[in-house]
């Protein structure tokens, strides 16, 4: 249950961006930065990406719906539910914030490497965190307009979609039929590519940020919405965990199929969530829409490590 090291690099350029936000022409230099480097992390995630991947595991279906369910059903009717919270215990715009985590994919890495440290079904998480990643492309945008709409301040779907495909889908496309020419070096190269990914990622969160703070976000945010924020997603991790838990036992799937059902349907991605804010969403408004996710990314870490330790020593000590 330690911190998670990108998670402190993360806090780190929030305090950053606090202290000295980019503002002016920088302001416009970093925004033109962050729309190159978002780019390349979605040209490298199209390029990482392999065939087998696509199609291990591909015919365990019932498993693959139950994920999806989870990542694009049951969170954004949870995100519905929380609404009586808001504005006592979240403000409008936190809650929002807390649409927006709803609506995105799950993660690919981290749901893959603790399905495999919990002894789960590691070809089945591959092929479902991977087809998540590329469907929330499509489907979170749409999510975003159709949850954010019923509070009347959402933007044009069709204007979502049309910069999703064309500043994320168009080089993810681009790098995955570019596999055969790099997918080599990718290979080879792994560790400094997920290092280009973090990089890319805190530079959309200082840009964000520091948006945000020329706009007043630390006026408007304080100790004690952050403290609602870390309930709130504690709430939402503990109901989406328990949730798939029961629904994997009552549908008859074994032990390795309830790991990957609980890992892949429980996360949501800080890779895929950061840079589609920045596309969705006006730059006054992206730092404030991102602290759900950022906690909640953190805190989902921290209980899948442990939840991970739990059901392998299970698996140990049933052996």
């Known amino acids: 249950m330690r911190l998670d090291p990108f998670t402190l690099v993360l ?22 930065l962050t729309n190159v480097a978002i780019a390349l992390l979605f040209f490298m995630h199209g390029a990482k990406l392999t065939r087998q991947a696509i199609m291990a595991g591909i015919g365990h279906w019932r498993l693959h719906l139950l994920v999806m369910a989870s990542t694009f059903v049951l969170f954004p009717l949870l995100g519905l539910l929380l609404q009586p919270l808001a504005p006592a ?22 749901a893959i490497a603790f399905t495999s440290m919990a002894g789960g079904n590691v070809a089945a998480a591959v092929c ?4 998540s990643s590329i469907l929330g492309i499509f489907v979170s945008p749409v999510l975003v307009g ?14 979502a979609i049309q910069s999703i495909l064309l500043q994320l889908m168009l080089p ?41 703070v020329v706009e007043g976000i630390w006026h408007r945010v304080g100790w004690g919405d952050l403290l609602s924020i870390f309930l709130v997603s504690s709430l939402l991790l503990a109901l989406v965990i328990t949730i798939n838990t029961q629904l994997a036992r009552r549908f008859g799937f074994n032990r390795a199929d309830e790991i990957t059902i609980v890992f ?34 953190q805190l989902q870490l921290m209980v899948c490590a442990a939840l991970a330790r739990r059901y392998q020593a299970t698996v140990v000590k049933e052996a």
């Open 11 to 32: 806090l780190s350029v929030v305090l950053l961006a606090s202290l000295f936000p980019c503002q002016g022409v920088w302001a416009d230099i970093f925004s033109q």
């Open 89 to 110: 215990w979240l403000s409008p715009e936190i809650y929002l914030g807390f649409l927006y985590l709803c609506a995105l994919p799950a993660t690919v890495q981290s």
């Open 128 to 131: 479902s965190a991977s087809a």
């Open 146 to 159: 159709l949850l954010i709409h019923v509070q009347g301040d959402g933007p044009s779907t069709w204007d």
């Open 172 to 212: 993810f496309v681009l790098g995955h039929l570019s596999r055969p020419l790099i997918g080599g070096w990718v290979d080879r190269h792994r560790k400094l590519i997920g290092k280009t990914d973090q990089s890319s990622i805190l530079l959309v969160v200082y840009v964000a940020f520091s948006h945000a």
């Open 264 to 297: 892949c349907g429980s996360k949501k991605s800080l890779a895929n969530g950061v840079p589609m804010a920045n596309v969705l969403f006006p730059a006054a408004t992206v730092g404030i829409m991102l602290l759900p996710l950022m906690l909640f990314h």
